[in-house]
Structures are given as structure tokens and as C-alpha cells.
Nanobody, 129 residues
Framework: QVQLLESGGGLVQAGGSLRLSCAASGRIFVGYTMGWFRQAPGKDREFVAGILGSRGNTNIAASVKGRFTISRDNIKNTGYLQMNSLRPEDTAIYYC??????????????????????WGQGTQVTVSS
């Protein structure tokens, strides 16, 4: 089993920055893929970013590319989502997730909810205009 705990959410003005953290515990393997998703009220959960465990290949959603960066520290079993130039439309609950599949070093992190096996409880991010 894998447990995930997000932190770092909060209220920020448009143009500001936040860094989310996701601490993983339990049966963690370096090769697992970590992803970040978000869900705004009345909308489906959407992919934000993903990172492979080995070489660290990343996949970033077009809506946040150039503003958000995903990273991970495999020694600390912690993932990060650095969010810059935040916009009101970034307001959502942000979830981290783990895909317990060991992928090729050349793979692209998946962007669908169904590919991820473990989920955190989420952290609220609110961007005011």
C-alpha cells in the first residue's frame, strides 16, 4: 500500500506562486510514476503534470506548460509541483497520485486518471483576481 499526503495549498493572488508537496509512504519504488491532477467545482478531474521515477521524464498539460514544473526527490519520497504565474482558472483541489507500474525510461508519464493507482486527499489552491 502507498499513502500520499499533499501540502502547500492556499490562497494567492493572480500572478503569484505556490509550491505543492506530496509526501509518499509505504511500499514505494523509485520506478513509480507520480502525477498531479486538479479538480475544479463542477468539472472533471484533469491532468496537470507527471514524472517518471527513473530518468525523470515529464509530461506537462498544455494549460500549465511554461508556468508549472514537476519534480521529485526519490530519497525523500516526495514530489513537488511548482506553480508560477497563477491564474484564477487554476483554482481547484490539487491531488497527487502514484502509478504503480514500472515504465520504460523512454516512456511518457500517462495523463489519464485511470492509470494511477493511489491518490492523496488533495489540497485546495485558490487564486484571486
Amino acid at each position: 500500500q502507498v499513502q500520499l499526503l499533499e501540502s502547500g495549498g492556499g490562497l494567492v493572488q493572480a500572478g503569484g506562486s505556490l509550491r505543492l508537496s506530496c509526501a509518499a509512504s509505504g511500499r514505494i519504488f523509485v520506478g513509480y510514476t507520480m502525477g498531479w491532477f486538479r479538480q475544479a467545482p463542477g468539472k472533471d478531474r484533469e491532468f496537470v503534470a507527471g514524472i517518471l521515477g527513473s530518468r525523470g521524464n515529464t509530461n506537462i498539460a498544455a494549460s500549465v506548460k511554461g508556468r508549472f514544473t514537476i519534480s521529485r526527490d526519490n530519497i525523500k519520497n516526495t514530489g513537488y509541483l511548482q506553480m508560477n504565474s497563477l491564474r484564477p482558472e487554476d483554482t481547484a483541489i490539487y491531488y497527487c497520485a502514484i502509478s504503480a507500474v514500472i515504465r520504460s525510461e523512454r516512456a511518457t508519464p500517462p495523463n489519464d486518471v485511470g492509470s494511477y493507482d493511489y491518490w492523496g486527499q488533495g489540497t485546495q489552491v485558490t487564486v484571486s483576481s
